[in-house]
């Protein structure tokens, strides 16, 4: 990336499936990630325990020697329903607290391949980067075109003006690992002129509570 001022991440959260899903390819791909993060020296955020994807990548990050941190609500650790959480866990009491928690201690999000839960967490980093709450960068892996068709769908949502071209740039996407955490680490946040005025003070308990309930 000769010429391009790269930004400094030291920790990834990883949004994905506890499923592995029908392609072997996405299992490979997750256990990729983590071996790339781990070479490049870049920890781990996630959701905890060891199930499908989240287990791949997990694994991976930790067989690397780097920090993996699995951020849980604690009603998934009842009867140990998602396996042990591969690194440190933290428990939290409702999935939008885990979300909010994800947000502080990562620099990045990468998207692999999952169901509504992972869409949710996804769209849910967008929206708060769009409205400036974070100016972190988000990317999707698009693994065999698993993509192809959200990605399709927020272009149409530009053409239809729901989606400012401006706020389009917020979502990355790249076919392989290292080409992602490059984007990544390349990315600009360009500030909506009339939402980076809103304030969002994290001393404000008015502010936490708009966190854990926004949706655009």
Not at 97 to 114: C, H, K, Q, T, Y
Request: one cysteine or more.
């Amino acid at each position: 990336m000769k010429g391009v001022s790269v930004r400094k991440i030291k920790k990834i959260c990883v949004f994905c499936g506890a499923n592995s899903g029908k392609d072997v390819a996405f299992v490979n791909a997750a256990f990729h990630l983590g071996e790339v993060l781990g070479k490049r020296k870049i920890d781990l955020v996630y959701g905890g325990g060891k199930l499908g994807l989240m287990g791949c990548v997990s694994t991976a990050v930790a067989q690397h020697e780097r920090q993996v941190l699995g951020i849980i609500p604690s009603a998934f650790t009842v009867n140990n329903l998602v396996g042990e959480t591969c690194g440190k866990e933290i428990k939290v009491a409702t999935m939008q607290e885990r979300l909010v928690m994800m947000m502080e201690l990562s620099d990045a999000f990468i998207a692999l391949p999952g169901g509504f839960g992972t869409l949710e967490e996804l769209f849910q980093m967008i929206s708060w980067a769009q409205l400036s709450i974070h100016n972190k960068p988000i990317g999707v892996l698009n693994i065999n075109g698993f993509f192809n068709g959200l990605l399709s769908f927020v272009d149409h949502a530009v053409k239809q003006e729901f989606i400012t071209p401006r706020a389009r740039k917020i979502l990355i996407s790249a076919t392989t690992a290292d080409e992602l955490v490059d984007k990544l680490q390349a990315f600009r946040f360009e500030y909506d002129p009339a939402l980076s005025k809103l304030k969002w003070s994290p001393s404000s308990s008015q502010k936490e509570k708009l966190d854990l309930t926004l949706r655009l």
